[in-house]
T-cell receptor, first 114, second 113 residues
Framework: AQSVTQLDSHVSVSEGTPVLLRCNYS??????LFWYVQHPNKGLQLLLKYTSAATLVKGINGFEAEFKKSETSFHLTKPSAHMSDAAEYFCVVSDQLGGNKLVFGAGTILRVKS | NAGVMQNPRHLVRRRGQEARLRCSPMKGHSHVYWYRQLPEEGLKFMVY????????ESGMPKERFSAEFPKEGPSILRIQQVVRGDSAAYFC???????????FGPGTRLTVL
């Protein structure tokens, strides 16, 4: 079965400093992996998607993620945090043998300090 | 180019009442997924539907919950005889094969009094 583990429930950074949100996945085959962001009381917005075309995936708002098969990781990074990045971030794997239903990590709440 | 639409955005029900949540997928999308986000938890898959067919309902509670996606009109998630534990945010997502990218609606926040 597919699963994802987000290693930090909360991350706090200062504005202008780098962001690192960690995610490990478990999959018996080559997975599709996603990062979604959820601002308070809002829906989920797709940040980026990995589908085996390139291991470094660039997303919206300056975010990117690197797929590392040897480490089964898909960490999300951003060089410089902005106040508007404060939100909850979900690492997600697609269960391709299960109708593409998404399996969500528990989420990481990102706090950005001024 | 409208995204996934959900209504109502907020729904308040008393215990024992019925809740109906609606989802209109993005234009051209024929696959709909429902997810539930309980307080302090991540999203959990509930059901996957295509037009007039339930493909996977492995995440649906066995009782009181049902879903449909008719040939015409939105997808409906129906909860009968709601209980306080049903209070959650319910999200709908849609996709268009062969891509597996799902686009989410704004959610319906159900509060059961």
């Amino acid at each position: 079965a597919q699963s994802v583990t987000q290693l930090d429930s909360h991350v706090s950074v200062s504005e202008g400093t780098p962001v690192l949100l960690r995610c490990n996945y478990s999959s018996s085959y080559s997975p599709s992996l996603f990062w979604y962001v959820q601002h308070p009381n809002k829906g989920l917005q797709l940040l980026l998607k990995y589908t085996s075309a390139a291991t470094l995936v660039k997303g919206i708002n300056g975010f990117e993620a690197e797929f590392k098969k040897s480490e089964t990781s898909f960490h999300l990074t951003k060089p410089s945090a902005h106040m508007s990045d404060a939100a909850e971030y979900f690492c997600v794997v697609s269960d391709q043998l299960g109708g593409n239903k998404l399996v969500f990590g528990a989420g990481t709440i990102l706090r950005v300090k001024s | 180019n409208a995204g996934v639409m959900q209504n109502p955005r907020h729904l308040v029900r008393r215990r024992g009442q019925e809740a109906r949540l609606r989802c209109s997928p993005m234009k051209g999308h024929s696959h709909v997924y429902w997810y539930r986000q309980l307080p302090e938890e991540g999203l959990k898959f509930m059901v996957y539907l295509q037009k007039e067919n339930i493909i996977d309902e492995s995440g649906m509670p066995k009782e009181r919950f049902s879903a449909e996606f008719p040939k015409e009109g939105p997808s409906i998630l129906r909860i009968q005889q709601v209980v306080r534990g049903d209070s959650a945010a319910y999200f709908c997502a849609s996709s268009r094969p062969p891509t597996d990218t799902q686009y989410f609606g704004p959610g319906t926040r159900l509060t059961v009094l």
